[in-house]
């Protein structure tokens, strides 16, 4: 159990955990010159076999509230300490609502230097603190009244934490390992060390993990755990990570950067799709409104883009988007604070959504609809994403990236696929990449394919079919290329189509000319034939014909793709009776000469050699020959025998 502090700047909370534990968590001299806490402090008594407690310590002054803010990444359980004399005050509030904005809404409340005051003032100070806490999840919260210098109400306080402790669970370990560095260092002999939160997954000693910003990569030397040496560690600890890698040293690492592990891919973002809450003491905000954020250990500027109007209430609650001035690393379900920079105050706190997310079509209600089923799931305990795939099945046509999903909710694809076949949809893998779709949408992909098909084979009779590639990016290119082939695949596999090759028709078509371009290869094909090794060009055919060369040109591939023809250049249509003549001289040729050289063969067809080398590399092209230097051997003989 991790036990993170909060309240007013001297009012006790560093006092206050060294009587609990016997442990100074101000580690920097001047902190201890200045008796104030700047940075956050950590402490792990010993409790009992098995139970572990630790303590963070975070800073109360307000020039140190993004320390605060840091300090409780990975705390599950508050400590909220008020001074008697003093009372609640403004960080006391300021903490309160940080923390509820972070999503805390366990533990209990610290009434210190009781010895200072009076029984009354006692009474009036815990009636302060019951309207404080009176509308939060720590209305319940028990209160001790304590004294750090006489000891009073100590031993009681640590009697409930120690067995609070014993009674926490374990979290459960989920996803890929995620932590926020918040102090890094060398160490002699060790080399670089970085502190900070497990925030999910687990690593062990000699895993390679990756920060997550700048993609290089390092591997776990040597770690600790709650301060003791230790081979693994996991979701809720604090952890220090002592790292070796090429290219790692002090200087990459900074403050507020995540090493992740390696399957975990996620992209640094600049834009965050998000929850949003005001505090019913802020300030209304409009869009566009300049920001800071408090995202994990770190603060970033950058703008709230509002998706659901143009001005969002003190209170109110909206979705939105971040538009942040550099790249960042978050999941699905991360918290973060907003704060006001110029005005130095919280304004509210979001939930992040949805990273990188389209930049068109952001208002739309269906994307709306599919960031509110998103905010469902980031509330849910442990995260249970069917509200997303429910609303995604239902709403995008498209189908669900499950790859997409899976990394920002930091799970494997795979995990995803039992719970969209529970909802009755259909998994679509092709080339390691996962798709979801309702059977509706399947249904509807599928019947549009269909139509296309038929659709071509009226405008082009003379094709085999449509190539796959085309047909999707006729019938559905919203979607991926490799989706649509795959839905092909099911339609050939049932008979709805039949595959020639590349292609894909109804079953019995036959591919064959339409009545105008059969007609004009009667009249062409003589020509074409009585010429040999040098066919007429479009352009003299046309001119023949009296007609414009991109109807030639139109009746010639058509002729191509029955097979008919060859086009061995743009202007160059020979009768494949002809390129089979072509194809056996630079048989003979090679049988002579043991390599075909341009000169041999233009002497043979009768061509100038501009034209011949461009036969040969026609041949090349196909697969027929191969080129080596300035000659050519057989590839495939098979082709032409």
Same mark, same amino acid.
């Given at each position: ?369 599919? /960031?509110? *089923? =998103? &905010? @469902?799931? %980031?509330?849910?305990? !442990?995260?249970? $994403?069917?509200? #997303?795939?429910? +609303? ?9 990236? /499950?790859? *997409? =999903? &899976? @990394?920002? %909710?930091?799970?494997? !694809?795979?995990? $995803?696929?039992? #719970?969209?076949? +529970? ?219």
């Amino acid at each position: 159990m991790i036990v993170g502090t909060a309240g007013h700047v001297d009012h006790g909370k560093t006092a206050l955990i060294r009587q609990l534990t016997g442990i100074d968590t101000d580690r920097l001299k001047e902190e201890k010159a200045r008796g104030l806490t700047i940075e956050p402090g950590f402490a792990y008594p010993e409790v009992a076999e098995g139970v572990e407690l630790g303590f963070v310590d975070v800073p109360g002054h307000v020039r140190f509230l993004h320390h605060m803010v840091a300090g409780s990444a990975g705390v599950d359980t508050v400590l909220l300490v008020v001074a008697a004399d003093d009372g609640v005050m403004p960080q006391t509030v300021e903490h309160l609502q940080i923390l509820s904005l972070l999503g805390l809404d366990r533990g209990l409340v610290a009434l210190t230097k009781v010895d200072r005051v009076d029984a009354a003032r006692r009474r009036q100070v815990r009636e302060e603190i019951a309207a404080l806490l009176a509308d939060t999840p720590l209305a319940e919260a028990p209160l001790h009244e304590v004294s750090s210098t006489s000891g009073e109400g100590v031993d009681a306080l640590r009697e409930r934490l120690w067995a609070m402790a014993a009674m926490q669970r374990d979290t459960a370990v989920r996803g890929h390992f995620r932590f926020v560095v918040d102090r890094v260092f060398t160490k002699r002999g060790a080399g670089v060390v970085v502190t900070g939160t497990a925030l999910a997954g687990q690593v062990n000693e000699g895993d390679t993990l990756r920060l997550a910003l700048g993609g290089h990569k390092a591997r776990v030397r040597g770690l600790r755990r709650q301060h003791r040496e230790s081979d693994r560690a996991h979701q809720g600890d604090r952890v220090a990570l002592n790292l070796a890698g090429a290219d790692i040293d002090r200087d990459l690492i900074r403050r507020g950067d995540w090493l992740v592990a390696e399957a975990l891919d996620a992209p640094p973002l600049r834009r965050l799709d998000v929850a949003l809450r005001l505090l019913d003491s802020a300030p209304g905000v409009k869009h566009w409104t300049p920001v800071q954020v408090h995202l994990g250990v770190g603060r970033y500027s950058g703008r709230l883009s509002l998706l659901e109007g143009q001005h969002l209430a003190p209170g109110e609650s909206m979705l939105g988007q971040l538009v942040l001035e550099e790249p960042v690393h978050a999941c699905l379900g991360d918290r973060c604070v907003i704060r006001d920079p110029a005005a130095g105050i919280t304004l509210g706190g979001a939930t992040v959504l949805e990273g990188d997310p389209p930049r068109r079509g952001q208002r739309r209600p269906e994307r709306l609809a599919w /960031l509110a *089923a =998103l &905010a @469902r799931c %980031a509330d849910s305990t !442990p995260l249970d $994403l069917a509200p #997303a795939l429910e +609303a995604g099945l239902r709403l995008q046509p498209a189908g669900i990236d /499950l790859d *997409a =999903l &899976a @990394r920002n %909710a930091n799970l494997e !694809p795979a995990a $995803l696929v039992d #719970a969209v076949a +529970a909802l009755g949809g259909v998994t679509l893998p092709s080339r390691g990449q996962l798709r979801a779709f309702s059977a509706e949408a399947i249904a509807a992909l599928e019947a549009r394919l269909l139509d296309s098909v038929a659709a071509n084979h009226e405008r082009e009779p003379s094709m085999l079919g449509t190539e796959r590639g085309r047909l999707t990016r006729q019938a559905a290119p919203q979607l991926p290329e490799t989706t649509g082939r795959q839905l092909i695949e099911r339609l050939v596999a049932t008979g709805k189509l039949v595959a020639h090759g590349p292609f894909v028709a109804q079953p019995g078509h036959h591919a064959s000319l339409s009545e105008a371009d059969e007609a004009l290869w009667q009249r062409l094909a003589p020509r074409i034939v009585a010429a040999r090794f040098q066919p007429p060009r479009v352009r003299d055919l046309a001119a023949s014909e009296s007609l414009d060369e991109g109807r030639i040109r139109e009746a010639l591939n058509a002729c191509a793709r029955l097979g008919r023809l060859y086009q061995v250049r743009r202007d160059h249509f020979y009768p494949a009776a002809t390129v089979a003549e072509m194809a056996a001289i630079v048989q003979a040729l090679e049988r002579e000469h043991g390599r075909i050289r341009a000169a041999a063969f233009r002497d043979r067809v009768g061509t100038g050699r501009k034209l011949a080398i461009h036969i040969l590399e026609f041949f090349d092209k196909v697969g027929y020959t191969r080129r080596i230097g300035d000659e050519r051997v057989i590839r495939n003989a098979e082709m032409w025998r």
